[in-house]
């Protein structure tokens, strides 16, 4: 048998320019100190009232519902998205964070970050209306809703490779690089998976981080009886630079707390 009849039919194409954004932030991600916790929240109360928003023709997404809420608990407790420079840490009042949104590049559908500025100081509607219309963004970059951002990540892409992963060590290692580029919260959303319990684990250079995995129905305890309940499969990741484990355990109560009260959704 020959080599071409082992190997098969097979193809050879070049990996876009824009995947190697990712493989050097990765590369540099696993080496942060993170702690990773996988939390099941009840948003039953919360999905029905986004269900009702929907048929009413004012629809909120959960991923902005999530953001609202996690942009709350992080100004509430601001030492969990502090950034560390050796033995200092950077604690900002205002919670930017970088939201993943799918817009068009390219003629095709891709995940890329849309930075929220100062969300701790915008309500439901406003985060809903702007990660709602971050999707509609054609053509503008790699990176959304922060100019400088765009202009950096045009000029990474024509670097040589080698640079690639000195542009990130050097930008999670300044407080204030990465206030301004990235913001200091990573939120990022894989939809849903039917009903299957899963969960992202994912990797970042920032120090706070959140991924909501799939939405599923499964018995609940409501008082002392068992009902139908949707549970959100939530991760947080939290570096253990810059917090402990009570910290994070008081940020992830109060989180679920907000989450499970259906914190900011109104019916309509």
Not at 69 to 88: D, G, L, M, T
Not at 146 to 171: Q, S
Not at 201 to 208: D, E, Q
Request: charged fraction near 25%; charge should be positive.
């Amino acid at each position: 048998m020959s080599k071409s009849d082992i190997l098969g039919r097979y193809t050879v194409r070049d990996l876009p320019g824009t995947r190697f954004f990712s493989i050097d932030m990765l590369a540099i991600g696993v080496r942060k100190h993170h702690v990773m916790g996988l939390v099941e929240v009840d948003v039953t109360d919360a999905m029905k009232t986004l269900a009702r928003r929907k048929e009413s023709g004012e629809p909120v997404t959960l991923t902005a519902w999530a953001t609202r809420c996690i942009s709350q608990v992080a100004a509430e407790q601001p030492e969990a998205h502090a950034v560390r420079k050796r033995n200092r840490l950077f604690v900002f009042d205002d919670v930017d964070l970088t939201v993943m949104v799918e817009g068009e590049l390219g003629g095709k559908r891709v995940p890329r970050p849309y930075l929220l500025r100062k969300a701790n100081e915008k309500t439901l509607s406003q985060i809903n209306e702007e990660l709602s219309g971050s999707k509609k963004t054609r053509d503008e970059g790699l990176v959304l809703g922060n100019e400088r951002a765009a202009r950096m990540a045009k000029l990474y892409l024509r670097m040589p490779r080698v640079l690639g992963r000195t542009f990130w060590r050097v930008l999670s290692n300044s407080p204030s690089l990465t206030k301004k580029m990235t913001g200091t919260v990573l939120v990022t959303s894989l939809g849903m998976f039917g009903n299957v319990s899963a969960w992202a684990l994912p990797i970042t250079t920032l120090p706070l981080c959140f991924a909501l995995g799939s939405v599923t129905r499964k018995p609940g305890m409501v008082g002392d009886s068992i009902e139908a309940r949707d549970f959100l499969h939530l991760t947080i990741m939290f570096d253990h630079d810059v917090v402990d484990g009570a910290p994070a355990a008081r940020f992830t109560a109060r989180l679920a707390e907000l989450m499970e009260s259906a914190f900011e959704l109104v019916d309509t």
